[in-house]
Each structure stands twice: as C-alpha cells, then as structure tokens.
T-cell receptor
Framework: SQKIEQNSEALNIQEGKTATLTCNYTNYSPAYLQWYRQDPGRGPVFLLLIRENEKEKRKERLKVTFDTTLKQSLFHITASQPADSATYLCAPGMDSSYKLIFGSGTRLLVRP | EPEVTQTPSHQVTQMGQEVILRCVPISNHLYFYWYRQILGQKVEFLVSFYNNEISEKSEIFDDQFSVERPDGSNFTLKIRSTKLEDSAMYFC????????????FGPGTRLTVL
C-alpha cells in the first residue's frame, strides 16, 4: 500500500540555521508533491508545490526538491526564525485524484 | 484575502446524536473537501465534492456521514449518529480549478463526542 514517511521526531534548531525536513514515499509514483504548514489547532496552510519534472522549487526562504529516483522530497527553510516553528506536512499527489494524502508531519522548533 | 470559514469552532455532543458541521467556501471555488484530524494523528481525507455530487470518498466516510451544499454557499458535513471515535478536528478545504491547485483550509471544528 502507499506509504508516506516523515520524521516523527521534532527537529530542534538554532535561529538563523537552515532546517531540512524529509518526506519519503513508497509504492506509488506521485505526479507532484505539496508541502503545507500546520500550527497547533489550525488548518494546514499551503507553502509550495513541485511537479515530478521539476528538480527544485524556491519561494523566498523556502526550497523544495523532488527526487523521483530516491522517492524523496526535501524541504529547506534557510535563515530560520522562531516564527517558522510549526509542523510541516508533505502530501504527494496524483493527477487522477486531487485529494490530499498527508504524511504525519515533522515538528520544527526554532530556538531564539 | 478570502478565507474559508467554519462553524461552530467547537461542538460537544452526546454519543448517538446527529451533528452538522458547516463550511463557507471561498466564493469562486468549485471543489470542496472534508478532512479530519484525530488528536495527535495525521490529517486524513474524508470526501471530495464537485458539481453537487461526491467525487471521491475514503473508507472512513461510511453511511454515517453525508455532505451537501444546501443553499449554494454553505457546504455541510453531517454525522448521523456520532461515536466516541468521531471526536476530532474537522477541516473543510476548497480549491478553484480543475487541475492541480492549492487547497485552502478552514480553521476547523473541534468535535467532542461524550
């Protein structure tokens, strides 16, 4: 069955450093992958979408890579700030269905 | 910026009772979704809705659940006979186009079944 894996342990980093979060998937070949941010008690908020034919996508301090050979996406936040502290969810997707299937998320804590 | 809104923010109900959760989508959005998140667990897809009919549903979305767009604006999720395990945050999400597009999530309704 399809599986999405994100680090279940929280990532704890110092302000100003680069945070790197990992999303691995197995048993399917998504056409695209989306990253969302979720704060406690709130709904997910869209951050970035990357297609299978794109190696990398950037938006301000955010960068996403998508390696279809490794079946992995990396999500980077450069010059991290305490306000970046949240849970980050990845959602690989298929063109045949636009529902979002989320990973369990990785909690990021940025220390001042 | 337009937002998806949901009411109520918190609903407490007794097991076996019916609940209706309401969502007001962003005005030009055509595709509607319900997701749920049990405390400490991941966000799970329940159902998608387009052109006044269900386009896809998950195994969770059994006969106890139903969705409708009664008045062309609100999008509702009804749980006919709530169970303890229905306690969760329920998120409505909407999107605009027919292709891959961002889904915009509402703030959620916390459902507590006693």
């Amino acid at each position: 069955s399809q599986k999405i894996e994100q680090n279940s342990e929280a990532l704890n980093i110092q302000e100003g450093k680069t945070a790197t979060l990992t999303c691995n998937y197995t048993n399917y070949s998504p056409a695209y992958l989306q990253w969302y941010r979720q704060d406690p008690g709130r709904g997910p908020v869209f951050l970035l979408l990357i297609r299978e034919n794109e190696k990398e996508k950037r938006k301000e301090r955010l960068k996403v890579t998508f390696d279809t050979t490794l079946k992995q996406s990396l999500f980077h936040i450069t010059a991290s700030q305490p306000a970046d502290s949240a849970t980050y969810l990845c959602a690989p997707g298929m063109d045949s269905s636009y529902k979002l299937i989320f990973g369990s998320g990785t909690r990021l804590l940025v220390r001042p | 910026e337009p937002e998806v809104t949901q009411t109520p923010s918190h609903q407490v109900t007794q097991m076996g009772q019916e609940v209706i959760l309401r969502c007001v989508p962003i005005s030009n959005h055509l595709y509607f979704y319900w997701y749920r998140q049990i405390l400490g667990q991941k966000v799970e897809f329940l159902v998608s809705f387009y052109n006044n009919e269900i386009s896809e549903k998950s195994e969770i979305f059994d006969d106890q659940f139903s969705v409708e767009r009664p008045d062309g604006s609100n999008f509702t999720l009804k749980i006919r006979s709530t169970k303890l395990e229905d306690s969760a945050m329920y998120f409505c999400a909407t999107r605009t186009s027919g292709g891959v597009d961002t889904q915009y999530f509402g703030p959620g309704t916390r459902l507590t079944v006693l």
